[in-house]
Every structure is written in structure tokens, then in C-alpha cells.
T-cell receptor
């Protein structure tokens, strides 16, 4: 069965510091992975997906199949990045999402 | 607002009562998902529909839970004989169901069972 692990619950950094939010997965096939974000008082929304290989709001994530990881990174954190971040894995196209427990990112001024 | 909407946003009920939640997906989306989120956890899958067909149900969905999407548009999630353990945020999401999808989430319905 697929599983997503986010080992940390909270990451607190100062503005301008680098950020790495960890995500590890367990999946037997070739995975697609997503990062979802929830800002305060807003709904859950897609931040980025592995297959797009894009940078959104300065965030990037690289799929490392050897380490079964999909860590989210940003070189210089901004206060507006403060939010809850979830790593998610769909077991197949057009299917349910399996989410990690999430991590709270707090960026202090 | 053309996003996913959910009603009500908050529901407080006494243990043993029945509750029903509604989700209106984005109009052209044929896939609709229900998730449940408890404190400190990520959303957990409950069930999903393609059009009016319910294609998968999680083991989390006990016999007290039932979901419908009668015309392939809005969906309802009913919980019968609520228990305190049902207290959670119930999230609805929709997607186009084609290719590599993005699920669009609603604001959620927060259920408190007293």
C-alpha cells in the first residue's frame, strides 16, 4: 500500500533563510507526487507536481527514486510562505490522494 | 465564486443525530472526492464518484456513512447516529478526471459531535 511520510510537524525559520520540507513515500510503481499548501483561512490548493518540473512561488521539488523522497525546497523563505504543507501521492491517474500528516512552516520576520 | 462549495461550513450536533453535508463541485468536473481531516492529520480519503457512479469507498467509511451523487453534479454525505469520533473537517474536492489531474478542494464542513 502507498504511504507518505512527513517526518517533521513544524519548521520555523527566519525570513531569507533556506527551507526544506521533507517528504518520503512508499509506493511500488512509478509515483506521481504533489505538494499541496493551505494558507491561513484558505482552502487546500495544489502548489506543485512532480511531473511538471516547475518552480512555483520559488519552490521546487525533485523526485529522488533512490531515496524515495520528494522534498520541497526554497532558497529564501518569505513571510507569506507561512502555511501548512502536505505531500500527496495518487496511486494512479485520476484517483484518490494519499496525504502525509503535513508540516507547518512558520517564517519569522 | 466558481470554485468547489460546501454547505454548511460548520455543524454542531448531538451524539446519535444524523447529519448531511452537501458539496457542489466545479461545473465541468466529473470526478468528486470526499476526504476527512482530523486534528494533526492530513486529509484521509473516504470515497469518490465519477459522474453519478461511486467508484471507490475507503474502509474508513463505516455503515453509518453514505454518499450520493444522484445526477452527477452535487453530492451529499450523510452520517447516521453520529459519534464523537466523527468530529472532523469533511473536505470535498473535484477534478476533470482526465490526464494528470488537479483536485480542487472546497472550504470544508467542520463537524462537532457533542
Amino acid at each position: 500500500a502507498q504511504r507518505v511520510t512527513q517526518p517533521e510537524k513544524l519548521l520555523s525559520v527566519f525570513k531569507g533563510a533556506p527551507v526544506e520540507l521533507k517528504c518520503n513515500y512508499s509506493y511500488s510503481g512509478s509515483p506521481e507526487l504533489f505538494w499541496y499548501v493551505q494558507y491561513s483561512r484558505q482552502r487546500l490548493q495544489l502548489l506543485l507536481r512532480h511531473i511538471s518540473r516547475e518552480s512555483i512561488k520559488g519552490f521546487t521539488a525533485d523526485l529522488n527514486k533512490g531515496e524515495t523522497s520528494f522534498h520541497l525546497k526554497k532558497p529564501f523563505a518569505q513571510e507569506e510562505d507561512s502555511a501548512m504543507y502536505y505531500c500527496a501521492l495518487p496511486p494512479g491517474a485520476n484517483s484518490k490522494l494519499t496525504f502525509g500528516k503535513g508540516i507547518t512552516l512558520s517564517v519569522r520576520p | 465564486d466558481t470554485g468547489v462549495s460546501q454547505d454548511p461550513r460548520h455543524k454542531i450536533t448531538k451524539r446519535g443525530q444524523n447529519v448531511t453535508f452537501r458539496c457542489d463541485p466545479i461545473s465541468e468536473h466529473n470526478r468528486l472526492y470526499w476526504y476527512r481531516q482530523t486534528l494533526g492529520q492530513g486529509p484521509e480519503f473516504l470515497t469518490y464518484f465519477q459522474n453519478e457512479a461511486q467508484l471507490e469507498k475507503s474502509r474508513l467509511l463505516s455503515d453509518r456513512f453514505s454518499a450520493e451523487r444522484p445526477k452527477g453534479s452535487f453530492s451529499t454525505l450523510e452520517i447516521q447516529r453520529t459519534e464523537q469520533g466523527d468530529s472532523a473537517m469533511y473536505l470535498c474536492a473535484s477534478s476533470t478526471g482526465t490526464g494528470l489531474y488537479e483536485q480542487y478542494f472546497g472550504p470544508g464542513t467542520r463537524l462537532t459531535v457533542t
